[in-house]
């Protein structure tokens, strides 16, 4: 087994930062006051939500969910997309001392009925009534939900069973007068080493599996990101991808209760470059497939421009190309270089402060591509297991091609098989009523990823691919089909690939086209490709 890779330790840990949510919640409330924490679309207007208003929310869920008489470590589902009610109740369900259930919008009604049954979730907050009259239907086979709370909607009449969101705060502010304190000794007594949240991995066989978050884990992972890249109380998030994944959990909610940035909740996922082109966010968090779309619209767009504009797009790419030719040398452009970047990206480039990119890998060649138009995309690598981020490129030292260097307080090891092994204060707690499934995910303390890697000279982490996706041909010759995968979607007009060969004597990739391009491509005698 290789020597361990350890972050530098920061110049000053901010120590004094609270290690459980409701507490650092109250810490950034009670200093932002009045000041807007939330922002929602309505109609076409951003309306804002002070942190006072939040904090006054976030008691009256609390309260509410206090009125249903659950106890500490108690599970509550959350099943819904992003908006104000889900951080909302995700820092109420800490207040009250239990554990946030958190479930995909997409989840189909059998994969929720399992998931409420095996977290025991005693209450459900479900976001509206289509969903709701799913959970109806499998009522019968949930013997251990109380109660549901709908966030959207009027709520059916019956036993009571199901309440409005309104009803449940009513509930709540009659509850917290009634019993004064109860509150705030209930979110005091919450320690670091609490469950906060499960986490659903989904995994490639068998049923899935609940990851354990602590507080600690949560609250130490956010604080290890702004040692990475800068936060302040003035940045603009924009909240897309679903709250239900630990890195979207860590990226605007967690390191918003860190800072006391603004959140915008994006309405629908493919409004999300609308909105940021309305918010101007300071830093933005994507998946690759999404920067693969936007570099595949900027290069149509390109091809399509002819005479003085060609010109001006030729020597504005000549002029990123290097740029980031500089910056991969570690040294700095020469004057001339820099003064017609700058002019290049002024007319024609849009800069952005902080882009992080996760969830899977992106071309190397695409990230020198954005860097070149002034984008600079991060990076990173983690697994729910690991609170979302172990390691992270760093702006203004960004190796591409790798996933970057660990957290601060992470340690990286490469096993003698290529596993990359990762040990710190991000790493979970193990998995919900599986204690097997735990146990052979550790060694040695280490966990255990699954993905195989390398590290460079500089400590910086490749990732080769996953332990359990390489193959063998029928010649004996191990391939790791990942990159390749990656390498063919950056290709324009490419949406998906995955490379085949296990056992044969060849290796084949399978690939389906973007719609247009299909659409583009078929033929009179074809029309089925335009279906």
Not at 84 to 107: C, K, R
Not at 180 to 199: H, N, Y
Request: hydrophobic content about 40%; charged content about 25%.
């Amino acid at each position: 087994m290789s020597a361990a890779v350890r972050a530098p330790a920061p110049a000053e840990m901010p120590s004094e930062l609270p290690e459980t949510v409701p507490a650092l919640f109250q810490r950034t409330a009670q200093r932002r006051g009045d000041a807007p924490a939330l922002h929602f679309k309505a109609g076409e207007r951003w309306t804002p939500i002070s942190w006072v208003d939040y904090n006054r929310a976030v008691s009256r869920v609390a309260n509410a969910l206090l009125a249903e008489g659950l106890n500490p470590q108690d599970r509550v589902a959350l099943w819904s997309s992003n908006r104000p009610e889900w951080q909302i109740a995700d820092i109420g369900i800490a207040h009250a001392g239990l554990v946030t259930v958190a479930i995909y919008q997409s989840d189909a009604a059998e994969q929720v009925r399992y998931l409420l049954n095996h977290s025991e979730s005693k209450l459900l907050i479900v976001e509206h009534r289509k969903l709701l009259d799913e959970v109806i239907a499998l009522r019968p086979d949930l013997p251990g939900l109380q109660r549901v709370i709908l966030i959207e909607g009027d709520a059916p009449e019956g036993d009571g069973w199901v309440l409005t969101w309104e009803q449940a705060l009513r509930r709540g502010d009659e509850f917290g007068r009634s019993r004064p304190g109860l509150l705030a000794s209930r979110w005091q007594a919450v320690r670091p080493e609490d469950t906060a949240s499960l986490i659903y991995t989904s995994g490639t066989t068998g049923l899935p599996k609940a990851a354990i978050l602590t507080h600690r884990n949560l609250t130490w992972t956010a604080v290890a990101t702004l040692q990475c890249f800068r936060g302040d109380p003035h940045d603009r998030v924009v909240s897309y991808l679903p709250l239900a994944h630990v890195l979207e959990r860590v990226v605007s909610e967690l390191r918003q209760l860190c800072t006391g940035c603004e959140v915008y909740f994006c309405p629908k996922i493919d409004q999300v470059m609308e909105v940021v082109a309305q918010v101007h966010p300071t830093y933005f968090t994507s998946v690759p497939r999404l920067w693969e779309k936007i570099y595949a619209g900027i290069r149509e767009k390109m091809d399509k421009v002819s005479g003085p504009r060609r010109m001006i797009r030729d020597w504005a790419l000549l002029m990123g190309a290097l740029r980031t030719a500089a910056y991969e040398r570690h040294k700095p452009m020469a004057p001339w270089v820099r003064w017609q970047w700058s002019l290049a990206d002024r007319l024609v480039f849009r800069k952005v402060e902080v882009c992080i990119s996760g969830s899977a890998a992106v071309s190397p060649d695409m990230l020198r591509f954005f860097y070149g138009l002034g984008i600079e995309i991060l990076e990173g690598y983690g697994l729910t297991e690991t609170t979302a981020p172990a390691t992270f490129n760093r702006p203004g030292d960004a190796h591409f091609g790798t996933v970057g260097l660990p957290l601060p307080g992470v340690e990286i090891r490469i096993a003698s098989d290529g596993e990359i092994l990762v040990k710190g204060n991000n790493v979970f707690g193990g998995y919900f009523k599986d204690p097997k499934n735990t146990k052979e995910t550790f060694i040695d303390g280490w966990l255990k990823t699954g993905d195989i890697g390398e590290l460079d000279k500089d400590g910086y982490l490749k990732i080769t691919d996953r332990k359990k996706d390489l193959f063998k041909t029928s010649g004996g010759k191990y391939v790791a089909p990942g990159a390749m995968e990656t390498q063919l979607r950056s290709q324009r007009g490419i949406a998906q690939a995955v490379v085949l060969g296990d056992g044969r004597p060849f290796v084949a990739a399978l690939f389906t086209l973007e719609r247009d391009t299909a659409e583009g491509k078929a033929g009179p005698h074809d029309p089925s490709a335009k279906r």
